[in-house]
């Protein structure tokens, strides 16, 4: 399979084109009737489709009873119509014809159009929070208009949001991969090397500063293969494959419980979930990789 392709994954935003239109707040008609997608906590709000039971985002004219941990922000529009997010307090109470269902990564009940919503929602909420209040005095900053920007109108400081970069790495030795463990994981679940770009590091040698960090291995020929959105809360996870070159398996124990080599014929027992970039690696390039690492030898 051909290196680097495109990654039609939920989180991405391609996942709901052409129905979703991103915009900034300053483009909102605000009585304009729309969809909404509101958080409390983990969950999403829906509606179960009086045709078939599923859940579909609730369409109306106002914003839902709160009270909010964030108030609504419009995102864009969604089939025609302002699409607006919210984050309830915890709380609130969820008002009758919705139902509450969880939209974390390993959610099952959403299909990847509404996780990928979800994730709007989730980021531009966490941007929201996180930029009430001027870190440098302590104004209160107002929305640039255009963008997701704001400035202080005490200090003039302009913040805009922030996503994180880190990489996701699976490692091949011959016709094995490297896959790891974190303590508190579902039993059974592994998945792949990964953490934070850090200051003067590029992708690459954050690659190998992860592999040798975490496993004690070294490791060459890095490809990259796609990148993934995750907001959880703001991350943008730059998926790679690499070699193992050498060194003994040491466990960072701070940060990883378990380490084991997979195998196309000995995998392991839980596979990342599916919307994860983690099993896009593996079920789109595992086989590749271990056949490409035959080839060579
Ligand atoms: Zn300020």
Redesign the pocket.
Known sequence: MPYPETVNLAFNRAVIEPEFAFSTPDRDVPAAPGYWLVLRENALLVRPSPTDGRPELPLGPGPLAGPYAVPPVFVGTYRGRPLRAARLAPEAAVAPGLVAVPAGYRATELDEKLLTLAGIARQVLHWRDRSRI?P????APREIAGTFGAR?P??A?EYYPRLHPAIIVLIARGDEYLLVRKPGWPQGQYGMVAGFVEFAESLEECVVREVAEETGLAVDDIRYVGSQNWPFPSQLMAGFTARCAGGSLRLDTNELEAAAWFSAKNPPPVLPAASSIARFILDHHAADMVAAALARK
Request: aromatic share 0%; charged share 10%.
């Open positions: 001027c440098a005095c302590g104004g202080c005490s200090c400081r």
